[in-house]
């Protein structure tokens, strides 16, 4: 997977009898849903999702953007951003246009209402991160998401044929 590295060869039958809780994509799922259910619990009432959270990060750090560049910031299909734009649009926490300069392109930035939710969440979404990895000590932490950005990084360089961002860059207040 864009690493060099050949993958691992394991028979179908060695892999069928390998417990499914013990499989890397069934653990994956499952610390998704370990972080969501934090991240719920610690929003509370506010009706954010991880990725609504991620794409109101986005706007908070680099002000209006265009969408497809979004789209790519936060690892989400332009379609599928399109529709949770108009949801976020509808509570009156961002705004769209379309400038004058080119037709074709679409812009997103934050409402004044998104900006002060988005503080309002600042301190409750570093304590679901934080939750979320509690079980690791400081060093587990760090090394837990460098693997997890190598990963990303190694499948992102697959498949755009570049040269993906580091670890470093990848990592952040994200959801």
Request: glycine content about 6%; charged content about 25%.
């Amino acid at each position: 997977m864009g690493n060099g590295r050949p993958p691992p060869k394991i028979s179908a039958e060695s892999w069928r009898r390998q417990p499914v809780e013990s499989r890397p994509g069934f653990l994956i799922r499952r610390v998704q849903q370990v972080h969501t259910a934090l991240f719920s619990q610690e929003i509370g009432a506010e009706r954010i999702t991880p990725i609504m959270y991620s794409v109101m990060s986005a706007l908070g750090q680099n002000g209006a953007m265009e969408q497809t560049r979004l789209a790519r910031t936060v690892a989400i299909d332009k379609t599928n951003l399109a529709d949770l734009l108009e949801r976020l649009r509808k509570r009156g926490l961002v705004a769209r246009r379309v400038p004058q300069a080119d037709r074709r392109v679409r812009l997103a930035t934050l409402t004044p209402a998104g900006q002060a939710l988005l503080d309002a969440m600042d301190e409750p979404v570093a304590r679901a991160h934080a939750r979320t990895i509690a079980a690791l000590d400081p060093s587990e932490q760090a090394q837990f998401l460098d693997f997890l950005a190598r990963i990303v990084a190694a499948s992102e360089t697959e498949a755009d044929g570049e040269t993906a961002a580091t670890p470093a860059e990848r990592i952040g207040a994200d959801a």
